[in-house]
């Protein structure tokens, strides 16, 4: 069974880190486009960062240079530190994963996807 798994959403106060984990099962990461999205409250979801088979890592305007995106082949997982984090990074954070997919755009994303894990960053 194809499948992605989240973990590591929580609540943290303005300033502070969470690691998000993704791990895979039946299928290797390694052959794959990975990515972060996330989605607020009455909005679209949105690319946070993508991180190609091959080609440039991908970073949203507003995580850049407090977040980074990496993979573990040999754990099947993905990973998204999160440092510096701010009230507006509050939300449902998604991986997922494509064969194909070529930009940081949810709609491009087809093979598989996480359930979501909560992110809430508030004092």
């Known amino acids: 069974q194809v499948q992605l798994v989240e973990s590591g959403g929580g609540l943290v106060q303005p300033g502070g880190s969470l690691r998000l984990a993704c791990a895979a099962s039946g299928f290797s990461l390694d052959y794959y486009n990975i990515g972060w999205f996330r989605q607020l409250p009455r909005k679209e979801r949105e690319g946070v960062s993508c991180l190609p088979k091959s080609g440039s890592t991908y970073y949203a305007d507003s995580v850049k240079g407090r977040f980074t995106i990496s993979r573990d082949n040999a754990k099947n997982t993905m990973y998204l530190q999160m440092n510096t984090l701010k009230p507006e990074d509050t939300a449902v954070y998604y991986c997922?994963?494509?064969?194909?997919?070529?930009?940081?755009?949810?709609?491009?994303?087809?093979?598989?996807w996480g359930r979501g894990t909560q992110v809430t960053v508030s004092s």
């Open positions: 997922a994963a494509d064969q194909y997919g070529s930009s940081c755009d949810p709609r491009v994303f087809h093979d598989s």
